[in-house]
């Protein structure tokens, strides 16, 4: 499944844990190709229900229900700032936190929408190994699951954003161990981004219950705010692909770069 789509023009899929992920993961990957012209979907496994509950022990004003659909407005948003519509936004609606409860429903999800999406080009999820955080990691997991069921082939872009520091500044934890090695002789690529910083920062802002005092009861954000400035001011997105897959859209980045390393 090659062909013209090695140009970096075909469709795009973003598999984000919960409303957030996707634009701490890529979102500058994304507002480059929504600006592009090249069709993303943005797809998320979980509600986002639980942010406030399960890190901040906040369990009213939101209630999980209520901020079920509030950070559903809010992803819509920032999928907007990006350069998407509400029609590329996906939502499998599992119960943030706890998709373990249900992943033999979320992989058939999951494999369906990829079987519809045959021509995709490109997959951006999180690393089912590296990932430290559960829905972050099953999620990983049932993607790469799906694409291998299936036979399809697009360039793979893993990303990590829970990992030891993550968890630390979060001061939350939500661990299950992996159950497969890393993919064979993997590495990491890094694209630059700088110049959709800006729209990175809008989406991100969006996410309200997630960067801002949302509830009377909060005396820090869900996302700590030393957390969300690196996320903002770093220049570049980090991936981690295989062997052969150095692409056009990574042509100028560099394995293993540092945080500046060269992009597109």
Not at 4 to 20: N, Q, S
Not at 70 to 96: N, Q, S, T
């Amino acid at each position: 499944m090659r062909g013209e789509r090695d140009g970096g023009r075909g469709p795009v899929v973003v598999f984000a844990p919960h409303p957030d992920d996707e634009v701490i993961a890529c979102g500058g990957v994304i507002a480059r190709y929504a600006a592009a012209g090249v069709p993303v979907t943005i797809v998320f496994a979980t509600d986002g229900s639980r942010s406030h509950s399960a890190v901040l022990g906040v369990h009213d004003d939101p209630t999980p229900e209520e901020l079920a659909v509030i950070r559903r407005g809010e992803a819509e948003a920032a999928a907007k700032a990006l350069g998407l519509g509400p029609k590329d936004v996906v939502w499998l609606g599992h119960v943030d936190t706890l998709l373990s409860a249900t992943m033999p429903r979320f992989r058939a999800e999951v494999t369906a929408l990829l079987r519809e999406r045959a021509d995709v080009a490109e997959v951006y999820f999180p690393h089912e190994v590296r990932e430290l955080n559960a829905d972050h990691r099953l999620t990983g997991e049932a993607v790469a699951d799906a694409l291998a069921e299936l036979g399809l082939t697009p360039r793979l872009r893993r990303y990590v954003v829970w990992d030891e520091d993550t968890e630390a500044a979060f001061a939350f934890t939500n661990r299950v161990a992996p159950d497969r090695p890393c993919p064979e002789g993997e590495r990491r690529a890094r694209t630059d981004v700088s110049a959709w910083l800006d729209r990175k920062r809008a989406a991100l802002e969006e996410h309200r219950t997630q960067v801002t005092l949302f509830s009377p009861a909060q005396r820090r954000p869900v996302v700590p705010e030393e957390f969300a400035r690196r996320v903002l001011t770093r220049r570049a997105e980090e991936f981690w692909i295989v062997p052969g897959d150095m692409t056009p859209a990574f042509r100028h980045a560099r394995p293993g770069a540092g945080p500046e390393g060269d992009g597109p």
